[in-house]
């Protein structure tokens, strides 16, 4: 089902992210242009897989709180590269991830698919 691979997409890119940055801090994070670079990508991910799940199932995209700002986050990540915030992604990951990763675990144990 084409909903689920859309938020299978996000989960395994939001544990990446997880998993990069366990264990680090934000002068670790700003000192390590490969984690940078890798959470970000990671973030333009979640945000491609979330687009592409409000054009196949405007309805049940619209069941993740604060959608519109994780797209408008991806579109900042990709299109605006010179003028990135390296605090605000360091935001994203320790206040904006969590949640957004128990909401796309509940909507794919809901698809049937295994978080």
């Known amino acids: 089902m084409i909903r ?17 940055a366990q264990g680090r801090s934000f002068n670790d994070y700003m000192s390590n242009l490969m984690l940078r670079s890798a959470v970000e990508r990671q973030f333009e991910i979640i945000g491609e897989a979330l687009s592409q799940l409000h054009r196949a199932d405007p309805a049940l ?6 959608l519109r700002p994780v797209i408008g986050f991806r579109n900042a990540l ?22 957004l990763r128990a909401r796309v675990a509940a909507l794919l144990a809901e698809l049937g698919e295994t978080p």
Not at 4 to 20: E, M, S
Not at 61 to 66: E, G, K, L, N, V
Not at 82 to 98: G, K, R, S, T, Y
């Open 4 to 20: 689920a691979a859309f938020c299978g997409t996000a989960r395994a890119a939001a544990d990446a992210i997880v998993d990069f």
């Open 61 to 66: 995209a619209a069941r993740i709180p604060d």
């Open 78 to 99: 990709i299109h605006g590269y010179a003028q990135i915030d390296d605090v605000e992604v360091w935001w994203a990951i320790e206040v904006d991830l969590p949640p």
